[in-house]
């Protein structure tokens, strides 16, 4: 293609679009597709809860669950440089709702706002996240304004996930460090393979999960020295879908309805798990496998990948407009 039909980018002023942050620029950022862009930025699958969520006497401007974790994420925007006043509220507001992860969206971040954002990374353990991102508008010639957002400040994974490791007594064993060099492997694998099922950070346990599109529900991919098939010891992976909390049990019925057609769309059969006495389920796949064999792994993770995008495929579109009927 000819270089002289290259269009030439032009940045906007976000007021052209947004008048009032209130009434303009927080339901924006509410609706589906642009929480999508967003979460897309800092990695993490978004879900709507709240807009102008009551703290006290104050509002914060939206409330999101983390689908992969069902923990709570505020955001945090306006639309113009950032101020101390929004950083006291994001703090206010982050402490009464519980926050887990904490974005804070402006036009611009002053180099000390930035500064403090890391600093709060720094010494805050592995369960709190705090983002800052600017937002800006983009357009070439008369085509529609597209917005962009870029990472000002966020947590330093590695760091967090080695402070983690390190904070047991004695410190981390030899198998918890075995996982953790696995899933930081299997992502990497993940990432190389260009997949549809975004990783979370990789810690030192024997799962790790992946959002779906429905807070309550997640893909989980399991490597275990238990076999779940002969309830004895021996090796094994597992690629799950995990559903918790209080509709677990209804939307495990309404899946099963659909049994026979989901365990043909995947192309394999699953386990359903479905115990009296406990609120979760689980549907899953397995297979025999030693993870503790390092020369095998590369096999592990083509099976786990191919499974959970499978699953994620056939799953996501289902999960996300399920239908509960009531609880008997």
């Known amino acids: 293609m000819s270089t002289n039909n290259l269009g030439r980018l032009k940045k906007i002023d976000l007021r052209e679009v947004w008048s009032s942050e209130a009434a303009g620029f927080t339901p924006w950022l509410a609706q589906e597709e642009n929480l999508k862009l967003l979460g897309e930025t800092i990695g993490i699958d ?28 505020l955001i945090e925007n306006q639309l113009a440089r950032t101020d101390h006043s929004h950083l006291g509220q994001l703090l206010t507001y982050a402490a009464g709702l519980e926050a887990v992860t904490v974005v804070w969206v402006a036009e611009r971040f002053t180099e000390e706002h930035r500064a403090t954002l890391d600093w709060l990374n720094e010494r805050t353990d592995e369960k709190i996240n705090f983002f800052g991102l600017e937002v800006e508008l983009w357009r070439i010639g008369d085509s529609p304004i597209a917005p962009k957002f870029n990472i000002i400040s966020q947590p330093n994974e590695w760091s967090r996930t080695v402070q983690q490791a390190a904070a047991g007594a004695g410190g981390i064993s030899a198998h918890k460090q075995l996982q953790l060099k696995f899933w930081t492997a299997f992502r990497e694998h993940m990432e190389a393979k260009g997949s549809i099922v975004r990783c979370q950070k990789p810690l030192p346990q024997h799962w790790t999960n992946y959002a779906i599109g429905r807070s309550g529900i997640h893909l989980t991919s399991i490597v275990s020295t238990w076999n779940s098939e002969t309830n004895s010891k021996g090796p094994e992976i597992r690629a799950e879908l995990y559903l918790d909390g209080p509709n677990a049990k209804q939307e495990f019925a309404a899946l099963e309805k659909q049994k026979e057609n989901l365990e043909t769309a995947l192309g394999f059969p699953l386990t359903w798990h479905n115990p009296e006495n406990k609120a979760m389920c689980r549907l899953y796949t397995r297979q025999d496998a030693d993870f503790l064999n390092e020369a095998l792994w590369p096999q592990h993770f083509e099976w786990l990948r191919q499974r959970l995008e499978t699953m994620h495929k056939v799953f996501a579109p289902i999960v996300k407009n399920l239908k509960l009927e009531p609880a008997e």
């Open 46 to 73: 978004l879900e709507l809860e709240a807009q102008e969520k009551e703290v006290g006497p104050f509002r914060a401007d939206i409330l999101c669950k983390d689908t992969a974790t069902d923990s709570w994420v």
